[in-house]
């Protein structure tokens, strides 16, 4: 186990009740049960703590795979599983099929698009274990994840909040990874990713949950870390394993997740401006983003007040870092046309949509305060 926050005393203090008993859903929301569910504590080994799992979904067709691993390596099985559908216009039912011998297990919820961290609330508001695992709807565990899961709950201590699992992201073998492959490779050195984290389900609800501001699949989770640990908690890395595959993207991934810079500022503004070290976030090119469009906006102003020969220095500086930029992207991939063309596209407009994503974000939580939870 791994004990986080240097400086906090080891085990945990009460947190502070939020105006939150549970996480709730809200009017309109929908349930429905696949089946009648059933504990089967026949079935359950009577040594695992018990668990529950929430999987949050966009109906995307990975999250068939995701049942059928989930239904062929928990041993023992979770007492539930919550499917959140947070699909913004649901156009039929989810395909459960990969649920299999789970099936009477498995519950819907819907949360019409408000994000995975609302979706995750409306799951937590229904969990009855004393443990509930967060899983994405693109991973799939692997064959003995249940024991494993088993052993790492055991081995949590009084003041451990949450056990983290580990995550693998499989790469070709025959060629260089891809900028896009790359990036999700990263996961598998994420802190405290709800990709596979099992919580204490009381701990989480009284902590308030999950931010719900955090609109899109980032920093929700290295938020809800921070605030257990502030509060005295610790986390824990444990011993099972999840494979997280590379989802199809088209080129201009790359480009829309630049609006996760406006999340950062959030986590800025209610974490102050270390959290990136506390929740062991890689930095990012942020800096060198804001310096690059500095340097193209200055260049523009130049030009069109008549200064030709400061302008063309401001150009020139825009142009080496941006050619920098698109450099450190190429040079580790598999440097294909169509990977080049990519890379040269979406490195010019990276930057700028980086530092207008953060300044938007900062004006739009420059009055955030501390999550209180669900009301």
Not at 196 to 215: P, S
Not at 328 to 344: H, L, N, Q, S, Y
Request: glycine share 10%; proline share 8%.
């Amino acid at each position: 186990m791994l004990r986080l926050g240097p400086g906090r005393p080891a085990g945990h203090r009460p947190l502070p009740r939020p105006p939150f008993e549970g996480v709730h859903v809200t009017a309109g929301d929908e349930e429905r049960r696949v089946k009648t569910a059933a504990p089967h504590e026949a079935q359950d080994a009577p040594s695992a703590d018990p668990y529950s799992v929430v999987i949050p979904t966009i109906g995307r067709r990975c999250l068939d795979a995701c049942l059928r691993a989930l239904a062929e390596a928990a041993v023992p099985p979770p007492r539930e599983v919550f499917v959140v559908d947070d699909r913004r216009d649901a156009d039929g039912p989810l395909d459960l099929t990969g649920a299999g011998p789970l099936a009477d297990r498995v519950t819907v919820l819907a949360t019409g698009g408000r994000g995975p961290a609302a979706a995750r609330n409306a799951g937590l508001c229904h969990v009855a274990t004393p443990w509930v695992v967060f899983l994405d709807d693109d991973v799939q565990v692997r064959p003995g994840w249940g024991a494993l899961l088993a052993h790492d709950l055991a081995q949590a201590g009084p003041g451990t909040a949450g056990v983290q699992g580990r995550l693998t992201v499989p790469l070709p073998d025959d060629r260089r990874p891809t900028d896009w492959e790359r990036c999700t490779a990263g996961l598998e050195e994420a802190a405290w990713a709800t990709a596979d984290m099992a919580y204490r389900t009381e701990t989480v609800r009284r902590a308030g949950g999950f931010d719900e501001r955090f609109l899109r699949a980032f920093r929700e989770d290295a938020d809800l870390a921070l605030r257990l640990m502030d509060g005295g908690w610790t986390l824990g890395r444990g011993t099972r394993s999840t494979l997280h595959p590379v989802r199809p993207a088209d080129r201009w991934v790359s480009v829309r997740t630049q609006r996760g810079n406006a999340d950062d500022a959030l986590m800025n503004r209610i974490h102050g401006p270390d959290w990136w070290t506390r929740a062991e976030a890689p930095r990012g090119r942020l800096p060198g983003h804001l310096a690059v469009t500095a340097t193209g906006l200055t260049a523009a102003a130049l030009a069109l007040t008549g200064h030709r020969r400061a302008a063309a220095v401001a150009g020139a500086l825009w142009a080496a870092g941006t050619a920098e930029f698109t450099w450190a992207r190429i040079a580790p991939g598999p440097r294909t046309a169509a990977e080049v063309a990519t890379m040269i596209g979406t490195s010019v407009v990276i930057p700028p949509l980086a530092a207008l994503h953060r300044a938007l974000g900062a004006i739009r939580h420059r009055s955030a305060a501390a999550w209180g939870g669900t009301a």
